[in-house]
């Protein structure tokens, strides 16, 4: 099946039910816009203070935070409602109180708007039908992306809820995919600690470390969970990828191996290299991963900060990585005959070449930039980059086939990067990779 055919389904996710006919049936009474717009003004002057963080949030704000909530989600659930104008509303009204100007100040406020930005989405989502008012729940489900920046609690809790349980459908659990990317970062930790930076006895620490570890963790068991396709047919494997690359994208925002990984004490909490070193393993995925979702993986691996944590097997990421850029210029030059054609007989291309292969070639460079303190990585990482480049620039810069002989070298060179064994980590035991 070829990525366009993928990318038509995605589109059907995306909008899926905004072309159905609305039946007949029992649904949820629509607020009255006139009613949310004046509670929202009459909290309009403290609502600005806490967003400004000039003042501390007390336990009475709950009732701005939530007249703030219902007027951007409830408005979905308004028919004729300008939708576009909802989202970019309520992405101002986030950003506003997510500055970083007096910071501290406004986290009790935050927590106080997560909370119930998390109720109001949950009160839509549980009252309309998907066969009945597919705009409403398509609507307030891509709100969830920008609910997620405020990094909080209660909006983590819905998301990973709606991703685990099996009555949510693909549509709703596609944005809360989505969503999760909006939590990373990880708080990466510090093992060398001059300043206190990594203390394991700090409530704070401990919280967004769990935090994260579970927003990760969700991830990782989306992604990892075996599928058995052999009666399913070509559109819903198709749909299946496709979200399964959605949750890729997320993970591999993480910027860090894991949440915490070291050997003394012995501390393991949201794991992320083993589930996007999976990801490229010939074999390792059921059903096998595509090369759009290994790209998103690769990329993840490349970003990855692993200076303060020495437990991380870098070799075996850069190994990884290097069999799939291999992968990458093979399923290119397969695919040219099919798009560096003219006339009736071009095609649609796999996947989008020139933008992916400046992603890989700009991702060797944070590669070989992140083992900087890694002697023997730094080593491997950079003779990759070089034989990588060579290759990568033909497709990003000339959109031409690439040289056989420089694909040998790559393919040799990779070969020689191959580590001893396929443990993520040094000591803390995960399942092996399969190398070959």
């Excluded at 717009?37 to 009732?63: H, P, Q």
């Excluded at 620490?205 to 990782?220: E, G, I, M, P, Y």
Aim: with cysteine; proline share 4%.
């Amino acid at each position: 099946m070829r990525f366009a055919f993928s990318i038509r389904w995605a589109s059907f996710l995306l909008f899926a039910g905004l072309s159905l006919i609305l039946i007949a049936g029992a649904a949820a009474q629509p607020p009255i816009k006139e009613n949310l717009k004046k509670a929202y003004n009459e909290i309009d002057a403290r609502r600005r203070e806490l967003n400004n963080g000039n003042v501390e949030a007390k336990k009475a704000d709950k009732a701005v935070a939530d007249a703030v909530a219902e007027w951007h989600i409830y408005r979905a659930m308004i028919k004729f409602e300008k939708i576009d104008l909802v989202q970019i509303e309520f992405n101002n009204e986030i950003a506003s109180v997510m500055d970083k100007k007096n910071a501290t100040t406004k986290r009790a406020y935050i927590d106080l708007l997560g909370a119930a930005c998390a109720a109001k989405m949950k009160d839509v989502l549980e009252q309309a039908d998907l066969k009945i008012e597919p705009s409403t729940v398509i609507y307030a489900a891509q709100m969830m992306p920008t609910m997620a920046k405020l990094k909080q609690e209660n909006v983590s809790n819905l998301l990973v809820s709606l991703i685990e349980d099996p009555k949510t459908h693909d549509v709703v659990r596609l944005h809360a995919l989505k969503a999760l990317k909006e939590t990373m970062p990880v708080r990466i930790q510090k093992d060398v600690i001059p300043l206190g930076e990594d203390d394991l006895k700090s409530n704070d620490q401990n919280a967004k470390r769990k935090h994260d570890s579970k927003n990760v963790d969700t991830l990782t068991k989306y992604i990892n969970r075996p599928i058995n396709v052999q009666n399913m047919d070509a559109d819903a494997i198709a749909t299946m990828k496709f979200l399964r690359r959605e949750a890729i994208v997320s993970l591999a925002a993480a910027g860090a191996p894991a949440v915490h990984a070291r050997a003394k004490p012995k501390i393991e909490e949201g794991l992320v290299a083993p589930t996007l070193m999976k990801v490229l393993a010939k074999g390792a995925m059921q059903p096998p991963a595509s090369l759009a979702e290994k790209i998103e993986a690769a990329a993840g691996l490349c970003a990855m900060e692993y200076r303060y944590m020495p437990e991380y097997h870098a070799e075996l990421g850069i190994y990884l990585v290097g069999q799939t850029v291999i992968e990458f210029v093979n399923q290119y030059n397969k695919d040219y005959i099919n798009f560096g054609v003219f006339g009736k007989e071009k095609r649609v291309p796999y996947v989008g070449w020139k933008a992916d292969g400046k992603r890989l070639r700009d991702g060797l460079g944070q590669l070989a930039a992140n083992a900087k303190e890694n002697p023997a990585a730094e080593k491997s990482a950079k003779e990759l980059q070089a034989k990588a480049k060579r290759l990568l620039d033909r497709i990003v810069n000339d959109y031409q086939q690439t040289d056989a002989e420089f694909i040998e070298d790559l393919n040799r060179v990779v070969g020689q990067l191959r580590p001893k064994d396929g443990y993520t980590f040094k000591t803390i035991k995960t399942s092996a990779i399969p190398l070959d």
